[in-house]
């Protein structure tokens, strides 16, 4: 999981994408970087988060009409500085690229670059080996000049040979900005549309937020397996490259997406709504006293609202977020999330003591997280401690991109509900049923009858996740001692971003 943005006719794109970036930091925090064009590309990339890489001094230095930004997520191990993106190639033509998502190929896909096409690799991300691939194709389609033609066969290209989730922007020296996403559509994309100077100017970005922030109005979302140019003069080329077949992920409905952000025209914030008010129903069946709902700050918000609203019960928030913790599901590795948990929260004493409590939370993932909260309330007097998750239980790993890489991390991996509470240190874990998630989210496009849920059930959308690769996986992350999300390729066909 990431976040990307790119712009083309603005009167300073860095200053934009700078903005659009900060919009989209819950997305990543590891890493960010910007790409910009004037002639030649400008680069600045780093480590941490966009306010602390870029100074007014490179974000002078970084002229032009159209660039590329983008934040990464985690990682740890031998990746660093020099896999953070966008990447950039200079045959042919010039041209930058960034995505959100992961290659589940990614080693074959090397050794072909290498061996077949003398192409060599040289970071552990994921995206250079798409950029070869991508710019290979218009290679072949170079003596003809750059075309639309060519465009489509590159992205066509890329459909064909790269597995996996990927939402993609980029741009291309002299010709313009440009966007494809992956024939599933897994990964979220939002183009936009505004007149500036008499003129068309468009923005690409992982969530509306950014484009609502810019200005951008005119929104629509690209298509699982579509292929947009937009040139610099603002002229829109757009065509559907495959056939789709659209599961776009229903897990950036819990936990990623900000709520205020539009996904395949479905509202984060409503779905969220609906989420709490399904999980409420099931919650009144169980007959239990509850005194006060507290929410787990800040993504199961919304949720817990529509909860104690529909339970007729108080809401309070229990629990203070400090706001300069980062989000602790994207944290490299085990211990540092425990010590995050402890510094990122804290408790109101009289909403816990001598209450029966019901904690909301989006998810529950490893459990650490979850215990040191149970384990919070108890300390400060709560009489019972229910904990309720917006989600079903997690229990198989992520290949697209998000941080759920090996088994026997899932604390809800071969245990029952009632095991997960004994574990958790709760009077009683509630989990959402599956066919109310899907059920809530769906509600809000009628047009979609799928979404990726492979990490609640096992099932891949994309059908060619093997026995062997998740065992590659685990494998992979268990030798680097639990690398973390965007850990790099270096041994095996896939990692988690």
């Known amino acids: 999981m990431c976040g990307f943005i790119g712009i083309v006719n603005s009167d300073s794109a860095v200053r934009e994408i700078y903005d659009g970036l900060i919009a989209v930091q819950h997305r990543g925090q590891d890493a960010a970087g910007v790409v910009t064009y004037d002639g ?16 007014n001094e490179n974000i002078e230095r970084l002229k032009g009409s159209i660039g590329v930004g983008h934040v990464r997520y985690p990682t740890v191990g031998s990746g660093g500085g020099e896999d953070a993106q966008p990447f950039v190639i200079n045959y042919p033509y010039g041209m930058v690229m960034a995505h959100n998502g992961n290659v589940a190929n990614y080693q074959e896909l090397k050794n072909e670059l290498q061996v077949q096409e003398s192409r060599h690799i040289d970071s552990g991300c994921d995206v250079e080996v798409m950029l070869n691939i991508f710019a290979g194709s218009l290679e072949r389609s170079a003596g003809r000049g750059f075309d639309l033609g060519a465009y489509d066969r590159a992205v066509g290209e890329v459909f064909h040979r790269v597995r996996g989730a990927y939402s993609v922007v980029g741009m291309i020296a002299e010709q313009g900005l440009f966007a494809f996403r992956d024939p599933y559509g897994i990964k979220p994309i939002t183009l936009g549309r505004r007149i500036h100077r008499g003129k068309p100017s468009y923005a690409i970005a992982s969530e509306s937020v950014v484009l609502d922030l810019l200005g951008f109005e005119d929104q629509r979302t690209p298509q699982a397996g579509e292929a947009v140019f937009i040139d610099m003069d603002g002229r829109v080329h757009s065509r559907q490259v495959v056939e789709p077949n659209p599961h776009p992920c229903l897990f950036e409905f819990v936990y990623f997406a900000r709520p205020d952000s539009v996904i395949d025209g479905i509202s984060v914030y409503h779905t969220r709504i609906r989420m709490g008010e399904r999980l409420a129903r099931k919650i009144r069946k169980l007959g239990l006293e509850i005194d006060v709902v507290v929410p787990v700050p800040d993504s199961a918000r919304t949720a817990a609202q529509a909860i104690a609203t529909e339970l007729g019960l108080p809401f309070r928030e229990g629990l203070v977020k400090n706001r300069y913790i980062g989000r602790t599901f ?18 109101i004493r009289s909403v816990f003591d001598g209450q029966k409590v019901l904690i909301v939370d989006d998810s529950i993932v490893r459990g650490h997280t979850s215990r040191s909260i149970i384990d919070m309330a108890r300390r400060n007097g709560a009489a019972k401690v229910y ?17 759920m890489s090996t088994r026997t991390e899932f604390v809800a991996r071969e245990r029952t509900p009632e095991e997960v509470g004994r574990a958790l240190g709760a009077d009683l874990v509630i989990y959402q049923d599956l066919e109310d998630l899907e059920a809530a989210a769906l509600a809000g496009n009628p047009q979609l009858s799928a979404m990726c849920n492979a990490c609640f059930t096992g099932i891949y959308p994309t059908g060619d996740v093997t026995p062997e690769m998740l065992a590659a996986i685990e494998s992979e992350r268990l030798h680097k001692g639990g690398a973390g999300a965007g850990a790099n390729h270096s041994t095996v066909a896939v990692t988690a971003r």
């Open 40 to 55: 030649r590309f400008h680069i600045k990339k780093g480590e941490g988060l966009v306010r602390d890489i870029f100074s």
């Open 330 to 347: 994207i944290m490299p590795d085990d211990d540092v999330r425990r010590r995050a948990v402890r510094h990122k929260l804290n408790t």
């Open 387 to 403: 904990f309720a998750s917006t989600a079903p239980p997690l229990r198989y790993p992520c290949v697209y991109g998000i941080d």
